[in-house]
């Protein structure tokens, strides 16, 4: 897919700012490394740190060269003394090692310029649930997030998420209850509340990547992903035929990427097939490659209202306990031209992660699902954990494991925290 640039209204440094006072011999426009002059019997020269400004000598270069030359050297402060281990410490002989790991990790600057793995406000997707009313409803599973109001409490929320650098959204909508039925129809109007927000969103800002969930669940009077038949059966093909029109529906709108989530066998390749021939060859599809059957989708559901009205989806989502199987999604996901690959669950599937990294020359995406999300703020709640530092450290974890880009809830958070570290 295409990549759109844009101007951020912050920057991200890879180091924290040293402190000059701190150190000899570092220079800034604040704090300037002086050097005085001593007079002694040889005219030495000693170099010391201080607040002040000191003037130069006036000599050249080779000035300088020569008087170091004839014995006339400079003196600097003098080589600091070794720490002092606490008093009990055993006096032993150091070990014979030749390399000390540690070495690499002794300061902020060292930790810094050997870093793996960095994240920044381009890697996050911020997903946003929207419905047809004008006020912000807050849920209640899921601490600081809200069924937006798709005209008004949406635009605030996409325009607080841009102003940090999170350029990306994408888009789950709570529809109502009048407008699901067994097979739902809903999802392919065109003038449903996804493609109107669509449209809204990229008519106020047009370099906006939205992606869109491709799914029957929100919209099907039985909450499953696909039509369910009589005796219970989710009928795939007939699925695959609705999320084909759902998908070229978001497209028509102005949707940059679509993403099926539903897990039906071959819905990639049709949806592909039903873009490519309505003439939007240009929009990627985001496979939800590795969706598994969890338990950790709980406060989603609440969210969009959205549980199955019988059963669970234990015949299309993933077996929690295969790591293998994975593979076989990921080999036909690609065969059939997923631009992206996602894995869902995200933290308690960094095996996954890895396994598709490893495995596929495609971006690789995480969702970071409510659960996880939600569990993270109750510990902050409780202060059980500094939610800060767990939220970073998780999203973190999802890179290094392989993600390329994380769908999480933290989007708008953990891009603030990252513009507002100290330099």
């Known amino acids: 897919m295409a990549t759109t640039l844009f101007n951020a209204s912050c920057s991200f440094p890879s180091i924290k700012v040293i402190d000059c006072k701190s150190y000899v011999g570092l220079r800034s426009n604040v704090n300037q490394v002086s050097l005085p002059v001593a007079t002694s019997q040889r005219r030495s020269l000693v170099v010391r740190a201080s607040n002040g400004h000191a003037n130069k000598l006036g000599r050249s ?4 060269e020569a008087a ?12 600091p003394p ?56 807050p849920i209640g599973a899921m601490p600081g997030c809200y069924r937006l109001g798709w005209r008004h409490g949406l635009v605030e929320e996409v325009a607080k998420a841009r102003a940090v650098g999170v350029n990306s959204i994408v888009l789950f909508p709570k529809v109502p209850e009048a407008l699901k039925n067994p097979t739902g129809d809903e999802a392919y109007n065109d003038n449903g509340l996804v493609p109107r927000t669509i449209r809204l969103l990229k008519d106020k800002y047009p370099d906006l990547i939205i992606y869109t969930d491709v799914a029957l669940d929100p919209y099907s009077s ?34 940059d990427v679509v993403s099926p989530s539903d897990m039906m066998d071959g819905r990639v390749g049709a949806i592909r097939a039903a873009l490519d021939a309505e003439g939007f060859q240009n929009v990627s599809i985001m496979s939800y490659t590795a969706k598994y059957a969890s338990s950790f989708y709980g406060p989603f559901r609440e969210a969009l209202d959205s549980n199955p009205r019988f ?53 690789i995406a995480a969702y970071q699902v409510s659960g996880e999300y939600s569990m993270i703020k109750a510990g902050g709640v409780l202060k059980m954990i500094d939610e800060e530092k767990v939220m970073m450290e998780s999203l973190m974890c999802l890179r290094r494991a392989g993600a390329d ?19």
């Open 61 to 64: 270069d080779a000035e300088c």
């Open 68 to 79: 170091v030359a004839a014995g006339d050297v400079p003196e600097a402060p003098p080589v």
């Open 82 to 137: 070794k720490p002092v281990a606490p008093a009990g410490t055993p006096v032993i002989q150091p070990l014979n090692l030749n390399r000390r790991p540690r070495r690499n990790r002794a300061s902020p600057t060292v930790r810094a310029a050997f870093q793996e793995t960095d994240i920044s406000p381009a890697n996050f997707v911020y997903p946003l649930f929207i419905h047809e009313g004008e006020e912000d409803t």
């Open 222 to 255: 039985d909450g499953h992903d696909g039509i369910v038949r009589e005796d219970g059966v989710i009928m795939n093909d007939e699925t695959v035929h609705q999320l084909c029109k759902q998908a070229v529906s978001q497209a028509r709108a102005g949707a």
């Open 311 to 363: 059963g669970d989806k234990k015949t299309y989502q993933m077996n929690p306990a295969n790591y293998r199987e994975a593979l076989i999604e990921a080999r036909e996901d690609e065969a059939e031209g997923a631009d992206i690959l996602l894995v869902k669950p995200g933290l308690p599937y960094l095996d996954i992660i890895r396994l598709l990294r490893d495995k596929s020359p495609l971006p």
């Open 405 to 423: 880009i994380i769908l999480t809830y933290f989007a708008l958070q953990a891009a603030t925290y990252l513009c507002n570290q100290k330099r």
